[in-house]
């Protein structure tokens, strides 16, 4: 790579002294035509000598041309920018700081690599993802720890439970129904479920707890993670990271390069404005119009061919003197050498620039970065493993710092339920033994039928609160009057109208009577009857 600059060339001298050598030669025919005293034989040497390296001049701009080409193709700096990469690898790989990092990091993986080991040896793992999975739905947010239909009508469970027994005992409901004996009885029958609103309350203070939805997630992320490991089943890669770790260990007393040296190296390459200075100059050269319109053989081929034929050297001085463009000449010659004098000082200050580059890599031993970055090469499949191992733990599930708190707790959360549970068993069982003795609502003999009781518990307090509205009397008073007035009405139709009405109407009749004989009871609720 750094000797391909040496054979960098272009040869610019060979044009450069056909031009020379066609200048001093037009110059001198000119003040050998314009002397006053010429000398024929002078003048025609002169010409032969102008003549044959201008014949060169358009072979030498062709050769030019395809020296742009290989040019073009020049890839040696762009081969440079790919070993400052290799370099630069090669300085992290020696860095004291980047190699502890990462002996501390590798060192750090043993644990992971062990934990993952001893899971996937374990007897029994398989069954402690049953229960994990038991635990994560036990502990979803979507799981209460009762089912919500065994209290249709209180929906705000314990609370409404507690709210319906403080009801009970209200003197109002005690006035209204039979003086309160009816009640008593109630409250008697309902005796069993007021140690299952405790019970209940007691198991939703535990329940609703905020770090149960912190134990809920913990549970699901160790479930999905364990799967994950389950999925993969890893390969042990003890061997790999002990192999790494050393490799990477021993770069360091490789190390023969320090910083300063490639931010030099890659302050060089910055600087590559001679080699392009250089075929930006020869690109505007070569596409110049004093190439393009350079041409001999229409004017001076020609003019050549008749002063060949002349004998004398004054016949040929007349014809140089009279048919010759000096000037033309001149001035494509004196373009040609002002641009060639730009190019070779461009050249020079490209083969200067890349002789600095070439002497860098005396500076460096660059076939032992090299041989550096081969020693990786013998460590590729472990390094691969160990990427592979990295890989799988970034695909794990991480735990917030609050989980990570929390883990221990989950056991102890979980106990404290079971030991509400079993309470509850118990209760459940001698709830069944009071509520046969009560000898009323045998359906709630099993818990599966509590539902039945709540929704007629709930019933009852909605009809105890209708009872108790203050405009009660008033509406029932204008139900049976509008109902009077109804049946008169539909008594006086025709008789052929009366009987697309329908006969159903009478039953508005009895209606009425049934409304008449409850007024007088509604009537006689105590009218300060407090509404809790």
Known sequence: MFSSLNDFNIDLDTISSSVGRSVRSLNNLSQEINSSNPKFDMAVGHFSEFYHPFLTIPTDVNNLKKKYISIQNFETLKDLRSFVVDFEQYQLLTNETFLNNLKTSLNSLLSSVSTIKSWLNA?????????????NTILAPSVFGYDKKLLIGFPNGSKDLTTLFENLEEDWIKDVLNGGKSVSELVRVFGPMTKFESQLSSLEQIWMKSDRETYANTTRKSLISLRIINKANPADVSDSLSKVNDTFVNLGSIADVNSTVLDEFNQLLDSSEPFTSFTTQLVGFLGAPEIAQFSF???LDIFKMDY?????????????????????????LEFFQNQLDLLVSAKNATTGYFKTIVEFNSTITFANIRSLIEILQNVKSEITAVENLVELLNSLCLFSKKERKVIDGISNFLV???????????LEESLQLEMKETGFLHRLSGFSSARNLTSQLAYTERTLHFFQR????????????NGEKLVEFI???PANEKQQVGSGWSNISSLNKSLSSLLPVIKSLPSNSNFP
Not at 123 to 135: F, G, Q, S, T, V
Not at 322 to 332: E, G, R, V
Not at 471 to 479: C, G, S
Request: charged share 45%.
């Open 416 to 426: 404290s339920v079971k030991s509400k549970m079993n309470e509850s068993k118990m």
């Open 297 to 299: 053989e229409d004017e």
């Open 491 to 493: 008594e006086s139709l």
């Open 470 to 481: 203050k405009d009660l009397k008033q509406d029932f008073q204008n139900l049976a009057t």
């Open 308 to 332: 060949g034929k002349l004998k004398k050297d004054e016949d040929k001085f007349d014809m140089l003197k009279k048919k010759l463009n000096i000037s033309k000449y001149s001035h494509n």
């Open 123 to 135: 007897k029994n793992k398989h069954h402690a993802i049953r229960m994990l999975d038991d635990i």
